[in-house]
């Protein structure tokens, strides 16, 4: 019944922008933490960013000022707002979900940062 759906990957120049979704169903979303997680060919998953759910945001040092992460409990969403984006950026970008022991995860986004 949970599901996650992540959207808005795609190819685009150094630089450039995109903004990331992930659509939650199946969980009582308002009181979840949410995250975005990459990982790129070769490298271990890292953790981009998070945000509690009472809106506290955090970010890798890797991405502070240019990834921000926002929650709309309203309509079971999370997104992750890429700017400047670099080509050591392009990776599977993945939702989670976290509450206690329980995690859930969605089946991640292709975003690939080239010239």
């Known amino acids: 019944q949970v599901q996650l759906v992540e959207s808005g990957g795609g190819l685009v120049q150094p630089g450039g922008s995109l903004r990331l979704s992930c659509a939650a169903s199946?969980?009582?979303?308002?009181?979840?933490?949410m995250g975005w997680y990459r990982q790129a060919p070769g490298k271990q998953r890292e953790l981009v960013a998070r945000i509690t759910n009472g809106g506290t945001a955090n970010y890798a040092d890797s991405v502070k000022g240019r990834f921000t992460i926002s929650r709309d409990d309203a309509k079971n969403l999370v997104y992750l707002q890429i700017n400047s984006l670099r080509p050591e950026d392009t990776a599977v970008y993945s939702c989670?979900?976290?509450?206690?022991?329980?995690?859930?995860w969605g089946q991640g986004t292709q975003v690939t940062v080239s010239s």
């Open positions: 199946g969980i009582i979303f308002s009181i979840y933490h």
């Open positions: 989670n979900a976290a509450l206690g022991a329980q995690s859930h």
